[in-house]
């Protein structure tokens, strides 16, 4: 591959970058507005921010979305990760690929199935819908995406590590808490944060399953917009995209930073060698 | 009295009747569904002995090793350390560890906290942790390299951590599963010969899987050459290199000659073979008694033959034609097409830097060899 810049590769990183980035520029430009119109800009100021904080509602969607977001992502991992194990290491079992395909489902299954089937589910048996039907319709459809995630790292785990710590003292438990889990972690941890961020802005299946006194903050954002949009929405969004946007950047710097640093001490130690 | 090669040194307890195994596996079957890796074999290993397992892939040598460290358990049968059945127990309750062909090195860990890791377990405490850690680093010469994760090492490096880490425990008995496949063949040599003094300095037991026929004959005691599940002999390297019990293993250990023929006549410790490859007739001594008319196999080393232009005194000598040449260096081997079609190896020591006229493509020359040059082989 030639790294040269052509017409052809200007014009088309314009465009793609355009078509991305655009529409989001714009909201985030739009929340520095003055005017209470989102359309016209009438000058910069952070006002609708100071607004922001002052909206009790808008406040407290945010933290039940948190809330159900860091609880749902942390079971999910956990369940995923036990799935991605039970995928990886018993490859024999009967019904196993009844087994992975029904933990792959939900990947392409649509939100409005996955969130209307937990809906009669819950009313069946007559569960309260609230902040815990919300969050355990995260877990479910959350931890297969965990378990994918998991399940590729744990492909080119050698297995034989596990054995060593066995023979070297450990029962089967202590092998994959002292060996197998410090090893996986980096994967687990970007499970991790993919069921996070799922949680955090999904509205759909959250929709289905909330009850009285348990909205999230996608949930209230759609509610307002219906109503017509302020540049107070403008802001929150951007907020959630900083949020978001720090995360990927630091993960993308840690992860550079370890490759790069994986190179040199590699390259040091064929030389010595 | 005559010996098979040279004796190493004086240590032989599968001699004494008296001596008890300290490893036995009795009829040890190993099933993985309907294939069977080990096929009802029964074998004995002594203590202090450096045992090896030696045979192509796939010939279930290293599922013999897993079963010891208790990763896989016999289909039938069971197997004995030190009078113990091993039978149910666990790989973490075995006093026995392992030294993998991957290393698997911890990657998370240093160097010390790798070789540290089974005497944490084993709840040693900290002070002779540290003492037996630093002794350990001093064995395998890496002092320097403590605080190291195993991808800032080199590969001779990680051979030389995981064979520490595996001896930390000093267990009575240590499994090496290809400890030197990785390494380049100079290191290779080199790491042989550091293995055999470990094992003679901490008076371990080792038992090691290779399918390198140099590594085993430099180290061991004594070995087990296996094919297809089942045990083809067992003995020490002279044992088996001079006398192989069949063709498999004659033709597994080394290069060799293999000449077909009939018994002629079996008299005073003599079998003379009807041979239609070239020689009027072979002659070989020979203990054992056969049946005239009996099909018997000669096998014999290429360096036990002679090439001469002058046709020999020796009984076994046929013609032939220089076929191919190679010179190795300390010894160059010949491939000779004997009048009757059959090629025959035959190496000649290079002892002088330089020979005048040697012998050269396509002369005709005469190949030869004494009659207790092999070993008949009825099998």
């Keep these: ?273 | 009295m005559k010996s098979l090669g040279n004796v190493r040194r004086s240590f032989a307890p599968w001699t004494d009747p008296k001596s008890v195994p300290y490893i036995r596996f009795e009829n040890v079957t190993k099933k993985f569904g309907d294939f069977t890796a080990v096929d009802n074999l029964s074998l004995d290993i002594f203590e202090r002995e450096f045992f090896s397992l030696l045979g192509p892939s796939g010939c279930g040598k290293t599922t013999l090793l897993r079963m010891l460290a208790g990763f896989e358990d016999p289909s039938e049968g069971d197997i004995f350390l030190d009078g113990q059945s091993l039978k149910g127990v666990a790989p973490h309750n075995r006093p026995v560890n392992m030294m993998f062909q991957s290393y698997a090195l911890f990657p998370h860990m240093s160097v010390e906290q790798n070789i540290a890791f089974g005497l944490k377990q084993a709840k040693m405490n900290k002070a002779e942790i540290e003492d037996r850690v630093q002794q350990m680093l001093k064995l395998v010469k890496l002092e320097k390299f403590a605080k190291r994760k195993p991808h800032q090492l080199s590969g001779g490096q990680r051979q030389r951590v995981a064979l520490a880490r595996s001896v930390a425990k000093r267990p009575k008995l240590l499994l090496l599963d290809e400890p030197l496949g990785a390494l380049d063949k100079k290191l290779r040599e080199e790491t042989q010969f550091e293995l055999m003094d470990l094992q003679q300095e901490l008076g371990l037991t080792f038992v090691i899987v290779t399918h390198d026929q140099d590594e085993a004959m430099t180290m061991s005691d004594r070995i087990a050459v296996m094919d297809a599940g089942v045990v083809k002999q067992i003995g020490t390297p002279a044992e088996i290199y001079e006398a192989p019990d069949s063709r498999y293993v004659a033709d597994f250990i080394g290069s060799v000659n293999i000449f077909e023929g009939k018994v002629k006549e079996n008299a005073n410790g003599l079998v003379k073979l009807d041979s239609p490859d070239g020689f009027s007739e072979i002659q070989a001594v020979e203990d054992r008694q056969f049946e005239t008319g009996q099909d018997l196999f000669l096998a014999i080393r290429p360096e036990k033959m002679n090439l001469t232009r002058e046709r020999p005194t020796e009984a076994n000598a046929a013609s032939g034609e220089v076929w191919e040449i190679a010179y190795m260096g300390d010894v160059t081997n010949y491939i000779v097409k004997l009048d009757g079609g059959k090629m025959v190896r035959a190496s000649v020591v290079n002892r002088k830097r330089s020979v005048e006229n040697p012998i050269g493509y396509d002369e005709v020359i005469w190949v030869s060899f004494e009659p207790d040059g092999g070993t008949l082989l009825d099998r």
């Design chain 1, 1 to 273: 591959m030639s790294g040269r810049w052509t017409w052809f590769n200007i014009t088309s990183v314009i465009f793609g970058m355009g078509f991305l980035y655009l529409p989001i520029v714009i909201l985030i430009v739009f929340s520095f507005n003055e005017s209470r119109l989102v359309t016209v800009w009438a000058g910069f100021s952070t006002k609708w921010y100071g607004e922001l904080f002052r909206n009790e509602a808008l406040l407290d969607a945010a933290w039940v979305t948190l809330r159900v977001a860091l609880l749902s992502a942390s079971i999910a991992t956990v369940l995923g990760t036990l799935a991605a194990l039970a995928l990886t290491r018993y490859t024999r079992f009967t019904g196993r690929t009844l087994f992975t395909g029904m933990v792959f489902a939900p990947l392409v299954m649509p939100d409005v199935i996955i969130g209307l089937s937990l809906l009669l589910l819950f009313v069946a048996i007559g569960f309260d819908r609230g902040f815990w039907t919300i969050t355990l319709a995260h877990i479910t459809f959350s931890m297969c995406f965990v378990a994918v995630v998991v399940q590729s790292r744990l492909v080119s785990f050698d297995e034989s590590l596990e054995e060593a710590a066995q023979d070297l003292g450990c029962t089967p438990f202590e092998a994959f808490y002292k060996v197998t889990l410090p090893v996986i972690l980096p994967a687990v941890v970007s499970g991790w944060m993919l069921a996070f961020t799922l949680s955090l802005d999904d509205l759909v299946i959250a929709s289905f399953n909330s009850g009285p006194g348990a909205t999230t903050l996608p949930m209230k954002i759609y509610s307002q917009v219906r109503l017509g949009v302020t540049p107070e929405i403008n802001a929150v969004c951007t907020i959630l995209i900083g949020i978001v946007a720090t995360g990927v950047l630091i993960a993308s710097i840690i992860g550079r930073r370890r490759d790069v640093q994986r190179k040199l001490d590699e390259q040091q130690a064929a030389q010595e060698g």
